[in-house]
């Protein structure tokens, strides 16, 4: 198990790619890769998919993880996760139903 970060790290290091050359990619500059991959900035949904692309990734896997993730991150300290987790897909699933029937949902 690796953090976001962690894992872009390690598949940017594993294919012997410099920091600017991935940046570049992405359009970011090489110091917010570095926060990426340190776990101190966030990507935004567009340069998720830029990254499985540029790395050959299933995008919608890797948008679950980051996503997940990001879940995890703000209920880690919490100690009963699992009820957190239970009301959050409940929520979740009624707000789906709520826009779909306003009609706001967008599919990719």
């Known amino acids: 198990m690796k953090l976001f970060g962690e894992y872009i790290r390690e598949l940017r290091e594993e294919q012997k790619l410099p920091l600017r ?3 570049a990619y992405l359009d970011i500059d090489t110091s ?3 926060k990426i991959e ?3 900035r966030t990507l935004n949904q567009k340069q998720i998919f830029k990254i499985a692309d540029f790395f050959n ?3 919608t896997q890797l948008y679950e993880e980051y996503l997940s993730e990001q879940v995890a991150k703000s209920i880690y300290l919490e100690g ?4 957190i987790l239970k009301v959050a897909e409940r929520k ?3 707000l789906k139903i709520k826009h779909l029937k306003q009609g ?3 599919f990719k």
Not at 80 to 83: G, K, V, W
Request: hydrophobic share 35%; aromatic share 4%.
């Open 104 to 106: 706001k949902i967008e």
């Open 92 to 94: 979740a699933e009624y």
């Open 21 to 23: 050359k991935v940046a």
């Open 57 to 59: 990734l299933d995008s």
């Open 80 to 83: 009963n996760i699992s009820q």
């Open 38 to 40: 340190r776990d101190e």
């Open 32 to 34: 917010i890769l570095s």
